[in-house]
């Protein structure tokens, strides 16, 4: 069985924004012009990204394209358990109503997760000042919902979120 995969490729318009040419190496048409090739000013990021997306569009598969990627049919049926073995531990976790822990996403996204206080036993989610219950956040939800009031992007001297009281 193949499956599609998207890729990245490099294409002509360059890795990095131009830098302008040496005094020294610059040469010039007979109208007085640069060659197109060198400049003489650094581009700025902002032309650096104008020049990649003129060339992304000019040029789409130059930077994206689909493969097939073979897949055999052993990797389709442990994929297949994979999902049938993770269904059942959701079904175990509503059951039991238990939340695990997932450690690895603490200060993912380049922040910390807005209820790091509740699994590290510093918060509770009974403490209004951190959270808020919100009784019908949405009608295809029941029951309430506990949400985080805020978080200040910025941390305290200890290396840990703020909360809005």
């Known amino acids: 069985m193949m499956s599609s995969a998207a890729s990245t490729t490099s294409s002509q318009a360059g890795a ?39 060339d992304i569009a000019e040029d789409p598969t130059g930077y994206f394209q689909r493969g097939d990627v073979p897949r055999l049919e052993r990797d389709m049926e ?20 238990i939340a ?19 699994c590290t036993g510093a918060g509770s989610l009974e403490d209004p000042s951190l959270y808020v219950r919100v009784d019908d956040p949405n009608t ?9 009031i805020a978080v200040s992007d910025e941390d305290d001297s200890r290396g840990e979120p703020r909360y809005a009281p």
Do not use: M
């Open 140 to 148: 295809e939800l029941s029951g309430g919902l506990t949400v985080p």
């Open 78 to 97: 442990e994929a297949l358990l994979d999902d049938w073995q993770f269904a059942k531990f959701l079904r175990v976790a509503v059951r039991d109503d």
């Open 16 to 54: 990095s924004a131009a830098e302008a040419t040496a005094l020294d190496a610059r040469k010039y048409t007979k109208d007085g012009r640069l060659y197109a090739n060198q400049h003489e000013t650094d581009e700025t990021p902002d032309e650096y990204k104008i020049r990649i997306l003129e």
């Open 100 to 118: 695990p822990r997932n450690p690895d996403a603490c200060k993912r996204f380049g922040r910390i997760c807005e209820y790091f206080p509740i």
